[in-house]
Every structure is written in C-alpha cells, then in structure tokens.
C-alpha cells in the first residue's frame, strides 16, 4: 500500500509563499502522473495542479502563474511552491495521483495552509 507523507505547511500572510513536499512510499513513483489537491472547510477537494511522469504541468486558473509543481524522482517527491498566496488558497492541501478518477484510495494526512493577516 502506498503511503504518502504531505509537509510544508503553516501560516503565511498574503502575498507570502510556502514550498509544499509530498513523499511517496512506492518503488515506481516516476511513472505516476502526480497531483496535489486541497479542501477547504465546507468545500469539496478539488485538484489544483498535476504534474506527468514527463514533466508536463498544468494548474487550475485559481492558483495559475502563483503555484509551481515539480519533481523530484530520485526522492520520489513532488513538490508546490506556493507564491503570492491569498486567503482563498487556505484549505489542507494532499497529494496523490494526477487524475481525480485514478487516485489512490489511502490519501496522507495533508498539510493545512493558512493565509491570513
């Protein structure tokens, strides 16, 4: 079973950044298309940037041109440099796998960011 291991997260004032780490326990991890997610109270998880075994990114247009997702394979991390942060960004933020329908069942236990003054 894949354990995942989500870090990084705090209390940041708007306008400041936070660099997310995801460490997944899997021998293939540079196969996998990855994703990090968030949910914020009372809302439903939603994907907020994905990145493919190639390195092809792609982000919602809430976090475009703030958020950066990349990879480190050797370490099997992904990781989410979070710039320009707004209060809308505060949720628990997960990673699993790049596809809402082919995430893995067991999701780490986030890392809450929270953007407030």
């Known amino acids: 079973q894949v354990q995942i291991v989500e870090s990084g997260g705090g209390l940041v004032q708007p306008g400041g950044s936070l660099r997310l780490s995801c460490a997944i326990s899997?021998?293939?991890?540079?196969?996998?298309?990855m994703g990090w997610y968030r949910q914020a109270p009372g809302k439903q998880r939603e994907l907020v940037a994905s990145?493919?075994?190639?390195?092809?990114?792609s982000y919602a247009d809430s976090v475009k041109g703030r958020f950066t997702i990349s990879r480190d394979n050797s370490k099997n991390t992904v990781y989410l440099q979070m710039d320009s942060l707004k209060p809308e960004d505060t949720a628990v933020y997960y990673c699993?796998?790049?596809?809402?329908?082919?995430?893995?069942?067991?999701w780490g236990q986030g890392t809450q960011v929270t953007v407030s003054s």
């Open positions: 990145i493919t075994s190639g390195g092809s990114t």
């Open positions: 699993n796998r790049g596809s809402p329908m082919t995430t893995w069942n067991n």
């Open positions: 899997t021998r293939i991890f540079s196969i996998y298309h």
